[in-house]
């Protein structure tokens, strides 16, 4: 008996669309399960000072006014009324405030008051530093 050697060439195919499936379902995965913030805190537009430092803010407390005329202390939204007692029982003896640029001037020295009431020694208003 003969036996027929003739070998059949198989074209060798590779089937990529399993592969495709696997690329997107991690790329759902990961647009989904990932979390974008924008950009934590308050947004205020400080006024521009020539003569300014740079302190640290985790030595302070930050008491941010935005043009609205709402009053945060420490990203924490409160009234002007209650800022008192805030200040009085965070113990902080220094303050930041953060006023935006189109505030009266009014409100920011109200702010100052309440600080200088509760005790604080040190209160430092924050600017944007201009280049000459």
Not at 21 to 45: E, R, T
Not at 98 to 119: E, F, P, Y
Request: charged share 20%; glycine share 4%; net charge positive.
């Amino acid at each position: 008996m003969r036996i027929n050697r003739r070998s059949r060439r198989m074209k060798k195919h590779l089937d990529l669309s399993p592969l495709i499936d696997i690329v997107f379902l991690l790329l759902i995965f990961f647009m989904l399960s990932s979390s974008f913030i924008l950009q934590p805190g308050i947004h205020v537009d400080l006024p521009r000072a020539l003569s300014s430092e740079k302190l640290n803010q985790r030595d302070h407390a930050l008491i941010t006014i935005t043009p609205n005329g709402n009053v945060y202390f420490n990203d924490n939204i409160l009234s002007i009324d209650h800022l008192l007692k805030v200040l009085l029982d965070s113990h902080n003896p220094s303050v930041i405030i953060q006023a935006d640029g189109r505030v009266a001037l009014s409100h920011v020295v109200q702010v100052w008051d309440i600080c200088r009431r509760a005790g604080i020694s040190s209160i430092s208003i924050a600017a944007h530093q201009t280049k000459t």
